[in-house]
């Protein structure tokens, strides 16, 4: 089993849509998440950074943190065509070695 | 001007040669590091670089040697290219080497013909 699971898609969704990204973890020791945007041809872009278990809003994102179900959620309200790429979750313990879910690809249509 | 920043965008070369892909970052970032997504976009840590010594190795062949001159740079050496090495090369830096969230360049493709 992996340390981290994430379902790679690919999803396609309309514009104006409720995207809901999901990631489940084994490892207990994990204590910050992240959410990454990544487009084609670049590098991972930070989006979401969360330490405790409950929701963290920003703009037209949230993350969600279960850590009793070692799930993690991120949530993009009034989803548009420019959100289309593929979205990494990583976490990491109380040290920098960060595990990253292997993406979703999601593609948001006009 | 980009925060961090890898050299070559891309690189195509031939089984066994050697190369060297350069990283910098301007943040003033204390940890570096390399990273490699291959094909299916899984992304794995190879290695860590704190104040310019190493802190994280993990499992990666020791043809890949790291070298970081001064904390703002992170060069990845490549000796004896195999076929299974083709992949997109990302470097990272964070504040500190604890809960910090890192930010990363834009990769170099490296293709083994």
């Known amino acids: 089993q992996k340390e981290v699971e994430q379902d790679p898609g690919p999803l396609s969704v309309p514009e104006g849509a409720i995207v809901s990204l999901n990631c489940t973890y084994s490892?207990?020791?994990?204590?910050?998440f992240m959410w990454y945007r990544q487009y084609s041809r670049k590098g991972p872009e930070l989006l979401m950074y969360?330490?405790?278990?409950g929701n963290k809003e920003d703009g037209r994102f949230t993350a969600q943190v279960d850590k009793s179900s070692k799930y993690i959620s991120l949530f993009i309200r009034d989803s548009q065509p420019s959100d289309s790429a593929t979205y990494l979750c990583?976490?990491?313990?109380?040290?920098?070695?960060?595990?990253f879910g292997a993406g979703t690809r999601l593609t948001v249509k006009p | 001007d980009t925060a961090v920043s890898q050299t070559p965008k891309y690189l195509v070369t031939q089984m066994g040669n050697d190369k060297s892909i350069k990283c910098e970052q301007n943040?003033?970032?204390?940890?570096m590091y390399w990273y490699k997504q291959d094909s299916k976009k899984f992304l794995k840590i190879m290695f860590s670089?704190?104040?310019?010594?190493?802190?994280i190795n993990e499992t990666v062949p020791n043809r890949f040697s790291p070298k970081s001159p001064d904390k703002a740079h992170l060069n990845l050496h490549i000796n004896s290219l195999e076929l299974g090495d083709s992949a997109v090369y990302f470097c990272?830096?964070?504040?500190?080497?604890?809960?910090?969230?890192?930010?990363f360049g834009d990769g170099t493709r490296l293709s083994i013909l």
């Open positions: 990272a830096s964070s504040r500190t080497q604890t809960v910090q969230p890192q930010h």
């Open positions: 490892n207990s020791a994990f204590q910050y």
């Open positions: 969360t330490y405790s278990s």
């Open positions: 990583a976490m990491r313990p109380n040290n920098n070695d960060m595990r």
């Open positions: 943040l003033g970032h204390d940890t």
């Open positions: 670089y704190n104040n310019k010594e190493l802190i």
